[in-house]
């Protein structure tokens, strides 16, 4: 069973930046991709970004390309998510993920087999 426990968070001005990050545990070795997601409130849990545990490739959704970086220490059994830049629709709880699924499977369906608890971002305007 793998654990997921994110840190970081917090609040931060537009324009400002904040890093997360997620520990994985109880099973690293049958996780292929790691990714991060965020619901803001009332709405639909939406994708920000996936790394290959393995390997290090990485993925982005259109609305945080360029802004936000995904990067891993396997050592470490950690996932980061370095956000820049921050907007104010930035704004949800951010979710950690793992999945089971190479990258390039991940990608396209985005089939999450464990889920970290949520770590809340807030950015004023």
């Known amino acids: 069973q793998v654990q997921l426990v994110e840190s970081g968070g917090g609040l931060a001005q537009t324009g400002g930046s904040l890093s997360l990050s997620c520990t994985v545990s109880g099973g690293s070795s049958s996780t292929l991709a790691m990714s991060w997601f965020r619901q803001a409130r009332e709405n639909e849990r939406e994708y920000v970004a996936a790394?290959?545990?393995?390997?290090?490739?990485?993925h982005y959704a259109d609305s945080v390309k360029g802004r936000f970086t995904i990067s891993k220490d396997n050592a470490q059994n950690t996932v980061y998510l370095q956000m820049n830049n921050l907007k104010p629709e930035d704004t949800a709880v951010y979710f950690c993920?793992?999945?089971?699924?190479?990258?390039?499977?991940?990608?396209?369906?985005?089939?999450?087999?464990?889920w970290g608890q949520g770590t809340q971002v807030t950015v004023s305007s």
């Open positions: 993920a793992a999945s089971t699924k190479r990258l390039f499977e991940f990608v396209p369906n985005k089939e999450v087999d464990y």
């Open positions: 790394i290959s545990w393995p390997g290090g490739g990485t």
